[in-house]
T-cell receptor, first 115, second 114 residues
C-alpha cells in the first residue's frame, strides 16, 4: 500500500517556467489537498478537492492551478514560476476531509526552488 | 477567521525529561484541534486530535494534550522524551463552520540532548 506518492522529490526551475507537481493516492480517498510549507509559517492550504471534478481554493491559491479528473490523482500546476513559490509542497488525502475521524495522510513532499 | 499560535520556535530538552509544547488558538466556537509531527524529510503524521468530550486526549508515541477552553489552549505533553522525538511539531485548528480546512501554527522544532 503506497499511500500518498508525490513526484518529483526535488525540482529547480527558472523564473517563468511551468511545471506540474504530481500527487497520487491508492486509498480511494475522496478528499485531497495541497499545502505549501515555509519556515515559521507552518503549512498553508493552496487548493483542495472533495472528489473527482470538484476543486476549491484554499488560503494561498494565487499562481497555482489544480484539476481532479480521477479519484487517485490531484496534480498541482505552476503556470509561470516565481521566486516566491520556492517552498516545500505537500499533498494530503483523507476519506472526507481533515475534520473527519479518519486522519489525513501526507506525502513526503516536493522541495521546489525557483531561481 | 481561525488562527493558531505556537509561541516557541525551538525547544531543547534532555532525553528522559518531560516536554510541553504550547498551542493557542483563536476561534469563536468549539474548534477541532490537532497535533502533527514531522520528522526530517518526511510528511506530517497525526499524533492526536480533539473533537469533543474528554478534554485530556491521548495520542500515539506516548503523547497527550489537554484542551482548555478558558485559555484557548491545546498544549502537547510527554512525560519522558526519547531521542526519536526530535522533530518539528505542528498544532492545527479546524471548524466545520469555517469550511473543511485546517489552519496550522508555525511549528515548534524539538531538539533532544543525550
Amino acid at each position: 500500500n503506497a499511500g500518498v506518492t508525490q513526484t518529483p522529490k526535488f525540482q529547480v526551475l527558472k523564473t517563468g517556467q511551468s511545471m506540474t507537481l504530481q500527487c497520487a493516492q491508492d486509498m480511494n480517498h475522496e478528499y485531497m489537498s495541497w499545502y505549501r510549507q515555509d519556515p515559521g509559517m507552518g503549512l498553508r492550504l493552496i487548493h483542495y478537492s472533495v472528489g473527482a471534478g470538484i476543486t476549491d481554493q484554499g488560503e494561498v491559491p494565487n499562481g497555482y492551478n489544480v484539476s481532479r479528473s480521477t479519484t487517485e490523482d490531484f496534480p498541482l500546476r505552476l503556470l509561470s514560476a516565481a521566486p516566491s513559490q520556492t517552498s516545500v509542497y505537500f499533498c494530503a488525502s483523507s476519506t472526507t476531509g481533515p475534520l473527519s475521524n479518519q486522519p489525513q495522510h501526507f506525502g513526503d513532499g516536493t522541495r521546489l526552488s525557483i531561481l | 477567521a481561525q488562527s493558531v499560535t505556537q509561541p516557541d520556535i525551538h525547544i531543547t530538552v534532555s532525553e528522559g525529561a518531560s516536554l510541553e509544547l504550547r498551542c493557542n488558538y483563536s476561534y469563536g466556537a468549539t474548534p477541532y484541534l490537532f497535533w502533527y509531527v514531522q520528522s526530517p524529510g518526511q510528511g506530517l503524521q497525526l499524533l492526536l486530535k480533539y473533537f469533543s468530550g474528554d478534554t485530556l486526549v491521548q495520542g500515539i508515541k506516548g503523547f497527550e494534550a489537554e484542551f482548555k477552553r478558558s485559555q484557548s489552549s491545546f498544549n502537547l505533553r510527554k512525560p519522558s522524551v526519547h531521542w526519536s522525538d526530535a522533530a518539528e511539531y505542528f498544532c492545527a485548528v479546524g471548524a466545520r463552520a469555517a469550511g473543511n480546512k485546517l489552519t496550522f501554527g508555525g511549528g515548534t522544532r524539538v531538539l533532544v540532548k543525550p
